[in-house]
């Protein structure tokens, strides 16, 4: 893994600490706040950066059924943040489950990075 690899790899990994934390911090409320939906908009690019990176220097470790769960589930993830926040700033109520499913869906990625 090179240094461009390592310094998106820890990209990645600051977006999906946005998005958890972003949801532990509201977890009163549980509004859409920016990180949640910045985080979730970072993980599809940064994952993607990380998919053609990987590729380029060890095509035989790109696990393709792997990416593609991880790719759905982000989407996923991305969708729900992006419709809280829609949500959030056309009325103001708080979208505690849209927040929440975009947080457990989250970690569900998390489980299939480090699992799978
Ligand atoms: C909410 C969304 C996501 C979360 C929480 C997440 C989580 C993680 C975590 C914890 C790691 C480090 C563990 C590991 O290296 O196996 C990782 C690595 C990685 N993720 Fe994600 N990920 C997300 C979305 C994506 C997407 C959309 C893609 C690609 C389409 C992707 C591709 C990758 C790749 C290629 C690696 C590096 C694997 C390696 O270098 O060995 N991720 N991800």
Not at 11 to 33: C, E, F, N, Y
Not at 87 to 98: C, I, N, T
Request: aromatic share 4%; with cysteine.
């Amino acid at each position: 893994m090179n240094v461009l690899q390592q310094l998106v790899l820890a990209l990645h990994l600051l977006g999906m600490a946005a998005i958890v934390g972003g949801w532990l911090a509201t977890r009163s409320d549980l509004r859409p706040i920016a990180p949640i939906v910045w985080g979730a908009r970072a993980q599809i690019v940064t994952g993607l950066l990380l998919v053609g990176l990987v590729q380029s220097l060890e095509p035989d470790e790109v696990n393709n059924g792997k990416i593609a769960v991880k790719l759905l589930v982000a989407l996923a993830v991305a969708g729900c943040a992006e419709m809280a926040n829609a949500r959030y700033r056309k009325d103001g109520s708080s979208q505690a489950s849209l927040v929440t499913a975009a947080a457990g869906l989250t970690v569900v990625n998390v489980l299939v990075a480090t699992l799978w």
